[in-house]
């Protein structure tokens, strides 16, 4: 069974920057699609990014384009978004998934597997 645990949330100021990593264990992880979401009080749990089994191919939403990059290492079973610039309007719960395709996936209902977020706050 796949685990994904996120860690890297926390309060920080407009403009800030922050980086979330989700290190996951119990399966293949160099071979599955990963992704980021994030869901705010009130709302659908939306795509931020994602990226491919390689690396080499990723995805953005367009409200995070330019200020978010999302990353994977193979060595260490880990996917990482490193936000910059960030603003209120980032404040949610962010959720690392995984797929056992290779693809590019950006559909929430394809992932097979999901961590417990982990809560980012952007302060005015």
């Known amino acids: 069974q796949v685990q994904l645990v996120e860690t890297g949330g926390g309060l920080v100021q407009a403009g800030g920057s922050l980086r979330l990593s989700c290190a996951a264990s119990?399966?293949?992880?160099?071979?599955?699609?990963m992704g980021w979401f994030r869901q705010a009080p009130g709302k659908e749990r939306d795509i931020v990014a994602a990226i491919n089994w390689s690396g080499r191919t990723t995805y953005y939403a367009d409200s995070v384009k330019d200020r978010f990059t999302i990353s994977r290492d193979g060595a260490k079973n880990t996917l990482y978004l490193q936000m910059n610039s960030l603003k209120p309007e980032d404040t949610a719960v962010y959720y690392c998934a995984a797929d056992r395709s290779r693809g590019l996936i950006t559909i929430l209902a394809n992932y097979d597997y999901w961590g417990q977020g982990a809560q980012v706050t952007v302060s005015s």
């Open positions: 119990g399966g293949s992880f160099s071979s599955y699609a």
